[in-house]
């Protein structure tokens, strides 16, 4: 990757912008708070393997939110750092992975109490649910913490967790927008939600779609096929 | 289609008055008609002569031959009036006038105090500054400009509101633009002056009355906004910044074709400041799947033509455009997201030595 930008097609960029600004009124109204990088999405487009691909790497720190399992006086922060390549000309999604950071922020020190991130390569991965969730101990790295505004003392647990290496859990397709429309709907509240939802349907359609025809193949074949089988389907389990 | 335009000109030096009514003239023809105000023609009651000159004029330009101005140009300092009706008059007298009647209002400066009203032009919200440097002939073409842009909005408007559709100001922008599918992008560029909620809000006492209205508010809207902070819309040089292309280079006829598709020709569309739909020139560039316009130039029209160049550090490549020095910059060596740049406005920038120089004022 490297930071020479690429001009994406208009549909392309501005559903990334649209959905973005979405996301944001939505925090607005539920009276939270989201920081951006200074850079502006458009420039988030760069140049990835010459001519026939591209990369979009985006990072928001959502800052103060509320948690309901959380006492009153902490707050909840969570870092989204957004990888993601296309296939160029058709702009098609070729990889995507979001990794998300939560914190238990107290005071000054946001403690990293939960990682994970979501992945899709088109083709799939050996041994890998064609899209995934895998829970990890990995910090999204300081700097673009740093870089999204971060402004917290920093907390990382002092023991690994045990089961990160294996656990990848077979997941729709979980990609940056998805993500960010999960997080709606996981803390700002069912009427927030829905308004969101409502928003940003027409721009679904614009939004590059991942390339997973061997999933939905599988997904089409009949009820001989393993209950969650086609999670594998780029592999050839199924037929 | 042509839009009939009526400017009437409030200028209290007599020889100015001629040449710009003679410029004005010139620049309005076939279907415009350019009234000077002259106060002494009206007889009031004596009653009505103690009232503001604001309220006096706001009933005088109601009346024949001022009724249904278009535009109003104003001189900014009325001072020297001779006028016995309307001694020591002030444009902004005639403003709150205007913006009683909705008709929108261009001012200039006789002996403009260079930087300072070149700035104010670029700055001063719902009042459109135009500057008499470049001599009455182009002061004149860009208020007929203005007039007309005004009235093609209002020729627009009426079929535009009666589609319940467009419920919003920034879906009825666009779809007046043609670009209905950029209201989001529209709906970007509030500038939150809280001086024209009342004319957002306003519904009218009919239609012709909430056509005036909407006029005003998006004939501004359009005019201080969208085409004066890039990133909807951009202009020449922010176009080249944009693309990657020397600002130079990008003056090329046969540059300028490759882009030609991409061109604003919506209200106040000047040929001689022309302005490209952002969204357009990316699809241009994209179409070749090049990644930016430096590579589709050099691949359709000549490979020595040189990359933009950031104005604080020519090594780099520029890409945005500081609104203060109107020149490209790079996104390293310029400040963007100040609080009174209009969201959907992100190739706007100020540069860093800008940006220390008048930080200050120009907030954060």
Request: with cysteine; charged share 20%; aromatic share 8%.
């Given at each position: 990757m490297t930071d020479k930008p690429v001009t994406p097609p208009n549909k392309v960029s501005s559903a990334y912008e649209d959905f973005v600004e979405a996301f944001r009124l939505a925090v607005e109204d539920a009276n939270v708070e989201v920081v951006f990088p200074p850079r502006p999405l458009r420039s988030c487009f760069t140049e990835f393997g010459g001519n026939t691909a591209a990369a979009f790497e985006r990072c928001l720190y959502l800052k103060n939110w509320p948690c309901r399992k959380l006492p009153q006086n902490r707050r909840l922060a969570i870092v989204i750092k957004a990888l993601e390549t296309f296939e160029r000309p058709s702009w098609s999604l070729s990889k995507s992975s979001v990794y998300l950071n939560y914190f238990v922020v107290d005071g000054t020190t946001a403690e990293l109490v939960q990682s994970l991130h979501y992945d899709f390569v088109a083709g799939g991965q050996t041994d890998h649910p064609f899209f995934h969730l895998q829970l990890t101990n990995e910090p999204i790295p300081e700097l673009d913490l740093r870089n999204t505004g971060f402004d917290l003392q920093l907390k990382l647990p002092d023991q690994p967790s045990r089961c990160w290496v294996t656990t990848r859990i077979p997941t729709p397709d979980m990609t940056f927008a998805s993500v960010l429309y999960c997080v709606v709907a996981d803390h700002l509240g069912a009427g927030i939600f829905r308004q969101f939802a409502e928003k940003i349907d027409s721009i679904q359609d614009r939004l590059p779609s991942p390339g997973f025809e061997d999933l939905k193949n599988s997904l089409r074949q009949s009820s001989v096929h393993f209950k969650s089988s086609h999670w594998f389907a780029h592999m050839k389990l199924v037929h | 289609m042509t839009n009939a335009i009526k400017i009437v000109l409030f200028e209290d030096t007599q020889q100015t008055r001629s040449d710009v009514l003679q410029s004005l003239t010139t620049h309005t023809r076939p279907d415009g008609n350019v009234v000077p105000f002259e106060g002494a023609r009206f007889t009031e009651s004596p009653s009505e002569r103690e009232r503001m000159y604001e309220a006096r004029l706001e009933q005088i330009l109601s009346k024949p031959p001022y009724d249904g101005a278009t535009l109003i140009v104003a001189d900014r300092d009325l001072s020297k009036s001779l006028d016995s009706n309307f001694v020591g008059l002030s444009v902004n007298a005639v403003a709150a006038a205007a913006q009683k009647l909705s008709i929108p209002i261009c001012s200039y400066a006789r002996q403009p105090e260079l930087d300072d009203y070149e700035w104010r032009g670029r700055w001063e919200e719902g009042h459109i500054v135009l500057s008499f440097s470049e001599g009455?002939?182009?002061?004149?073409?860009?208020?007929?400009?203005?007039?007309?842009?005004?009235?093609?909005?209002?020729?627009?408007?009426?079929?535009?509101?009666?589609?319940?559709?467009?419920?919003?100001?920034?879906?009825?922008?666009?779809?007046?633009?043609?670009?209905?599918?950029?209201?989001?992008?529209?709906?970007?560029?509030?500038?939150?002056?809280?001086?024209?909620?009342?004319?957002?809000?306003?519904?009218?006492?009919?239609?012709?009355?909430?056509?005036?209205?909407?006029?005003?508010?998006?004939?501004?809207?359009?005019?201080?906004?969208?085409?004066?902070?890039?990133?909807?819309?951009?202009?020449?040089?922010?176009?080249?910044?944009?693309?990657?292309?020397?600002?130079?280079?990008?003056?090329?006829?046969?540059?300028?074709?490759?882009?030609?598709?991409?061109?604003?020709?919506?209200?106040?569309?000047?040929?001689?400041?022309?302005?490209?739909?952002?969204?357009?020139?990316?699809?241009?560039?994209?179409?070749?799947?090049?990644?930016?316009?430096?590579?589709?130039?050099?691949?359709?029209?000549?490979?020595?033509?040189e990359r933009s160049k950031c104005c604080v550090d020519p090594s780099k490549s520029a890409g945005y455009y500081c609104i203060i020095s109107r020149k490209p910059v790079s996104l390293e060596n310029s400040k963007g997201g100040i609080s009174w740049f209009p969201r959907g406005a992100d190739l706007t920038r100020v540069s860093n030595p800008m940006f220390e120089e008048y930080g200050p004022w120009l907030g954060a």
């Open positions: - | 009455e002939a182009e002061l004149a073409r860009r208020a007929a400009l203005a007039a007309r842009g005004f009235a093609e909005i209002g020729r627009q408007l009426p079929q535009i509101i009666a589609d319940k559709s467009n419920k919003s100001p920034a879906r009825v922008l666009a779809a007046l633009l043609g670009k209905p599918e950029y209201a989001d992008k529209v709906a970007l560029y509030g500038v939150g002056d809280q001086n024209r909620i009342s004319e957002v809000l306003a519904k009218g006492k009919d239609t012709a009355q909430q056509v005036q209205r909407m006029t005003h508010f998006l004939g501004y809207w359009l005019w201080d906004s969208l085409l004066r902070y890039p990133g909807i819309l951009v202009n020449e040089v922010a176009a080249a910044s944009h693309l990657n292309i020397d600002t130079e280079a990008f003056h090329a006829a046969n540059v300028q074709t490759i882009f030609q598709e991409a061109l604003y020709h919506g209200p106040f569309a000047d040929p001689s400041r022309p302005q490209w739909w952002r969204g357009m020139l990316d699809d241009i560039v994209s179409g070749d799947n090049c990644a930016d316009g430096l590579e589709l130039v050099h691949a359709k029209v000549n490979s020595a033509i």
